[in-house]
């Protein structure tokens, strides 16, 4: 009898070692974290940007990193790695400590990628933690002035009066420039050629030859060869004029009511990461990107600031995948 009570303090006593052992190791883990979020970066940073070097997601990875290394005093290095419509760099950040030190520069491709790619080895929604969308980029509806049109009503009358008259160049099938020309078309009726090119410079070319009517180009090049008389501004692809050009209206407002097709980049990380550090690295950015110098950066390269907690970055993703999937369903586009 009195071995079976020993036996049993001595249970009572492991259980009670182990419970307080488990709880002392909980306590340690949670002010880890803690001391992580507050003393966060304590090493160098890297931004992925999956695009080669030279381009605006470059140019604003590299200025927005000089300045994060300005305030933490830690190396933060920008490093391209271009290929599979982004899913190499990416995959990458994907792959890559849950500590907040590689963060990732990330565009459309977010959205888009699942609809058109058969194998994408991350799930966006389930292993990107959103930071901060950074901007939005407008493109813009613009003819040859040998098209007998001057404003989007007669555009309208023009192209329902002559169907797949008009031949509208892209930088290839289901890239952005196809789906915004495609949804103007869903949302207006008309029915338009499309000619897809190997990427920008090609279709420009022949835009501004004549050989196709019209496109749906980078405002940046619109405004240059606007003001050179070469193509005719229709109106602007984003819901809200660009701040850097306001007196050119957008399709919204002219009367293709709730059309909102933008280019956009943001930055983010791989889902694990400590909410802590995160929030702290919006704050960072979101400051960044409010100074005039910013400010400045982002409209030469055609496009407006917005900002906000990582839960208006994540919206955002959310609903341009749902709406460019609807688009990407109706044209019958297969994942390659």
Known sequence: MKEKRSLRRSLLA???????????????????AQESAANYPSKPIRIIVPFPPGGPTDMVAR?????????????????????????IGVDHVVKSPADGYTLLLGSNSLALNRF????????????????ILVSKISNALVVHPSVPVKNLQEFLAYAKANPNKLTYGSTGQGTATHLFAEMFS?????????VPYKGTGPAVIDLLGGQINLMFDSLSTVIQNEKAGKVRMIGLTASERFEGAPQFPTLHELGVTGYDATGWFGFATRSGVPQD????????????????????RLVG????????????????IQSEAKKWGEVIKALNIAPQ
């Open 301 to 316: 390269i055609g496009s407006n600031v917005v900002g906000g907690p990582p839960e208006v970055f994540t919206k955002h």
């Open 186 to 194: 869903m949302m207006t009726g008309v029915k338009m050629t499309h």
């Open 277 to 296: 550090i995160i929030r702290k690295i919006n704050t960072e950015i979101e400051s960044i990107i409010r100074t005039p110098e910013m400010r400045q």
């Open 63 to 87: 200025a927005v990193g000089a300045k994060l290394q300005e305030k933490w005093g830690q190396p933060v290095v920008t490093e391209n790695r271009p290929g599979g419509s982004t899913i």
């Open 116 to 131: 058109l790619i058969a194998k994408v080895p991350y799930d966006v929604d389930r292993d990107i933690a959103p930071i």
């Open 14 to 32: 492991a259980t009670l070692a182990a419970t307080t052992g488990v709880a002392s190791l909980a306590a340690s883990g949670l002010a880890t």
